[in-house]
C-alpha cells in the first residue's frame, strides 16, 4: 500500500523557537496533502489543504501566517509551526492523497511539545 | 451540512466476543466511507472504505462494515475480538472530487477485557 513518511515523530521545542514538519508520499505522487491537529482523545481537526505549486488552503480559525505550508513538489509538504508557544503543544497528522487513486494515506503524525 | 457521527464515545467488550462501532453520516453526494483505527501516539490506519458497489465491505484485521443509505450509516463489525484490537476507531466521510477532504466522527475508544 501506498507510504506516508512524517518527520520528526516527536519534537520538543521551546517557546518563541520554529518548528518544521515535513510529510512526504514514498511511493506515489500526491497534487493535494492535508494537515490535521489532533488535541488527547478527540478527533483529528482539518488545518489546512496542501496543494502543490500553489498557497495552502486553510480552515476558518487557523492562523495561516502562524501554520506555514509549503508544497513545493509532488511528494513533500512542510509544516513550519512558528513563534510556537505551548498552547500549540499537539498531535500533528499529515495525509497525501494519491492522486490515481484518490484517496487519502495518513503518515504517523509528529508530537510537538513546547516548552 | 457534512458531519459524521459516533455515537459511542467508548465501548468495553470482553476478548472472544463480536464488537459493533456505529457510524451516521450527513453528506449531500454519494459519500466515500472510511474506517480508521489509532493506536495510542500513532497515526491512522484504514481499516476498510466504500465508495461503490457491495455494501458489505470486507477490511483488514477480520473487520467489516455495511453501508446501509436508507439509515445514513457505515457501521464497523467484527464477529471475534481480539486484545490488540483495544485502539481508537474513527469514521470519516468524504473524498469526493473538488474538495478530497475527509470530515471525521469523534471516535470509539475501545477496550477489551481479557
Known amino acids: 500500500g501506498a507510504v506516508v513518511s512524517q518527520h520528526p515523530s516527536r519534537v520538543i521545542c521551546k517557546s518563541g523557537t520554529s518548528v518544521k514538519i515535513e510529510c512526504r508520499s514514498l511511493?506515489?505522487?500526491?497534487?493535494?496533502m492535508f494537515w490535521y491537529r489532533q488535541f488527547p482523545k478527540q478527533s483529528l481537526m482539518l488545518m489546512a489543504t496542501?496543494?502543490?505549486?500553489?498557497?495552502?488552503?486553510?480552515e476558518q480559525g487557523v492562523e495561516k501566517d502562524k501554520f506555514l505550508i509549503n508544497h513545493a513538489s509532488l511528494t513533500l509538504s512542510t509544516l513550519t509551526v512558528t513563534s510556537a508557544h505551548p498552547e500549540d503543544s499537539s498531535f500533528y497528522i499529515c495525509?497525501?492523497?494519491?492522486?490515481?487513486?484518490?484517496?487519502?494515506?495518513f503518515g504517523a503524525g509528529t508530537r510537538l511539545s513546547v516548552l | 451540512a457534512q458531519s459524521v457521527t459516533q455515537p459511542d464515545i467508548h465501548i468495553t467488550v470482553s476478548e472472544g466476543a463480536s464488537l459493533e462501532l456505529r457510524c451516521n453520516y450527513s453528506?449531500?453526494?454519494?459519500?466515500?466511507l472510511f474506517w480508521y483505527v489509532q493506536s495510542p501516539g500513532q497515526g491512522l490506519q484504514l481499516l476498510l472504505k466504500?465508495?461503490?458497489?457491495?455494501?458489505l465491505v470486507q477490511g483488514i484485521k477480520g473487520f467489516e462494515a455495511e453501508f446501509k443509505r436508507s439509515q445514513s450509516s457505515f457501521n464497523l463489525r467484527k464477529p471475534s475480538v481480539h486484545w490488540s484490537d483495544a485502539a481508537e476507531y474513527f469514521c470519516?466521510?468524504?473524498?469526493?472530487?473538488?474538495?478530497?477532504?475527509?470530515?471525521f466522527g469523534t471516535g470509539t475508544r475501545l477496550k477489551v477485557l481479557a
Open positions: 495525509s497525501a492523497r494519491d492522486s490515481s487513486e484518490g484517496f487519502q494515506y
Open positions: 511511493d506515489f505522487q500526491a497534487t493535494t
Open positions: 496542501s496543494n502543490e505549486g500553489s498557497k495552502a488552503t486553510y
Open positions: 453528506y449531500g453526494a454519494t459519500p466515500y
Open positions: 466504500y465508495f461503490s458497489g457491495d455494501t
Open positions: 470519516a466521510v468524504g473524498g469526493s472530487p473538488g474538495t478530497y477532504k475527509y470530515i
